[in-house]
């Protein structure tokens, strides 16, 4: 029979029917569907590329494979989100008397009143099922509900977050709040004192050598931090540098500033330069230097996924060392709980050995500390690889010989200068791959 060329193929996953055709004697259209409903195919099939096969099948020398049948792919749901109403961040400045543009007034900080809408919860959505070809429903996965902690200063009304006191936004995913907020409106120096506050803080001058400038929520220096320390638990705007080999600035959310000469940073989100920087020693999420100039020049930058700047290094000799794919803050993390329950475990063994009817018990609580220890080691480790094959350094301009180029723990010096070009690990040759940037 005609229909002895012609074999129906399946795809594991259903979703795809694939005729797969021999040479013979000519057939039917009515055989091809015979085929396919014998095969169970009864989803997503197209007929018009059924009739091409049974034209070119009348060619009795005709071979090949012609796919006849789609399974609808399923569309899993997205995640539900916090949309705010109105985006942090500077503003090139606000109309002042006389229409006029006040570049000193930059909204870094968003000041609401009781009741104000702060942003909008956005629901997940269900998805939509799939079919494949043989009818069996492919169910989507539905998105997951948007990771929001609010604190006391947000009221949750329904899909929409609201103001629960006058104050400024606090916005550091996950955590939604409204917080005091606090001007200090001259420099930080022997006048005023070390600063701390449980809000938000706005310096309107400079931070000077060997000050300390504390806040909980976001800070915001409209001058420079020389030699001083500054500590927030959101994110730290600095209009000017951040210098000396004695500043040093941490915070928990991003962190911005013009340039840097010297300072370390340390950031849980991104740490952005303005400009440029210089002998700094930083390390963050990602690291950005990508206006102005943009150049990193000196010391050492370790981000956990991106490293992105204009130009890195000079050919002069300044030993500059970019690392990404870095996880160095949770294997510190790491080894202090483990020296803990290291001594706990040791202590715990060795009460286990002496006799005594306690004996028993000491061994059993050696052993359950011990294998959290080894969960948490197997953890970091596939932490420390995950982050290794995300992890990228773009340099869009010039990488110059000199740097110190590492992924992970796999240090590479570059010899000869590059351009334009993005480094990746290469998990496969165990090697850092280069491509051109697009």
């Given at each position: 029979?005609?229909?002895?060329?012609?074999?129906?193929?399946?795809?594991?996953?259903?979703?795809?029917?694939?005729?797969?055709?021999?040479?013979?004697?000519?057939?039917?259209?009515a055989e091809v569907l015979a085929a396919l409903q014998a095969a169970g195919v009864v989803h997503g099939i197209d007929q018009a590329a059924i009739d091409a096969m049974v034209l070119a099948a009348a060619d009795p020398k005709h071979t090949g494979k012609h796919p006849l049948a789609n399974g609808t792919a399923k569309v899993d749901g997205e995640d539900g989100r916090v949309e705010l109403l109105q985006v942090l961040g500077p503003t090139a400045g606000r109309v002042g008397e006389g229409d006029g543009i006040d570049f000193r007034e930059r909204d870094l900080l968003m000041p609401v009143l009781t009741g104000t809408q702060l942003a909008r919860l956005v629901p997940p959505s269900p998805g939509q099922d799939g079919r494949d070809v043989r009818g069996r429903t492919q169910p989507a996965k539905p998105g997951k509900p948007a990771r929001l902690q609010t604190g006391p200063g947000v009221q949750v009304d329904g899909e929409r977050l609201l103001a629960a006191c006058d104050g400024v936004r606090s916005w550091t995913p996950p955590r939604l709040d409204v917080v005091t907020a606090t001007v200090h409106a001259a420099d930080v120096d022997y006048k005023s004192g070390n600063l701390r506050t449980e809000g938000?803080?706005?310096?309107?001058?400079?931070?000077?050598?060997?000050?300390?400038?504390?806040?909980?929520?976001?800070?915001?220096?409209?001058?420079?931090?020389?030699?001083?320390?500054?500590?927030?638990?959101?994110?730290?705007?600095?209009?000017?540098?951040?210098?000396?080999?004695?500043?040093?600035?941490?915070?928990?959310?991003?962190?911005?500033?013009?340039?840097?000469?010297?300072?370390?940073?340390?950031?849980?989100?991104?740490?952005?330069?303005?400009?440029?920087?210089?002998?700094?020693?930083?390390?963050?999420?990602?690291?950005?230097?990508?206006?102005?100039?943009?150049?990193?020049?000196?010391?050492?930058?370790?981000?956990?996924?991106?490293?992105?700047?204009?130009?890195a290094g000079n050919g002069n000799g300044a030993?500059?060392?970019?690392?990404?794919?870095?996880?160095?803050?949770?294997?510190?993390?790491?080894?202090?709980?483990?020296?803990?329950?290291?001594?706990?475990?040791?202590?715990?063994?060795?009460?286990?050995?002496?006799?005594?009817?306690?004996?028993?018990?000491?061994?059993?609580?050696?052993?359950?500390?011990?294998?959290?220890?080894?969960?948490?080691?197997l953890a970091l480790r596939e932490q420390a690889r995950v982050a290794l094959l995300a992890a990228s350094l773009d340099v869009s301009e010039v990488l110059h010989a000199g740097v110190h180029v590492v992924f992970g723990e796999h240090r590479v010096p570059i010899e000869t200068p590059r351009r334009a070009v993005r480094l990746r690990w290469n998990e496969q040759d165990q090697t850092i791959a280069e491509e051109p940037l697009p």
């Open positions: 029979m005609a229909v002895q060329r012609l074999r129906i193929d399946i795809a594991a996953n259903g979703a795809v029917a694939t005729a797969l055709v021999a040479a013979g004697p000519a057939f039917h259209r938000s803080l706005s310096v309107r001058g400079d931070v000077q050598q060997g000050f300390t400038v504390t806040a909980a929520h976001d800070l915001v220096v409209q001058g420079s931090v020389f030699d001083a320390t500054v500590t927030a638990g959101g994110n730290v705007h600095i209009d000017g540098a951040a210098a000396g080999p004695h500043c040093r600035i941490e915070t928990t959310g991003d962190l911005a500033c013009h340039h840097a000469t010297g300072p370390t940073l340390i950031a849980g989100g991104t740490i952005a330069f303005g400009d440029a920087a210089t002998h700094c020693q930083a390390r963050a999420t990602a690291i950005v230097a990508q206006s102005g100039r943009g150049t990193v020049v000196g010391g050492e930058l370790r981000a956990k996924e991106r490293i992105a700047v204009r130009t030993r500059t060392t970019l690392v990404v794919g870095d996880t160095t803050a949770a294997a510190a993390a790491f080894l202090r709980t483990y020296h803990a329950d290291l001594r706990l475990s040791q202590r715990a063994m060795l009460q286990g050995r002496t006799s005594g009817p306690n004996a028993g018990k000491a061994l059993r609580t050696a052993v359950r500390l011990a294998d959290p220890i080894t969960k948490e080691v």
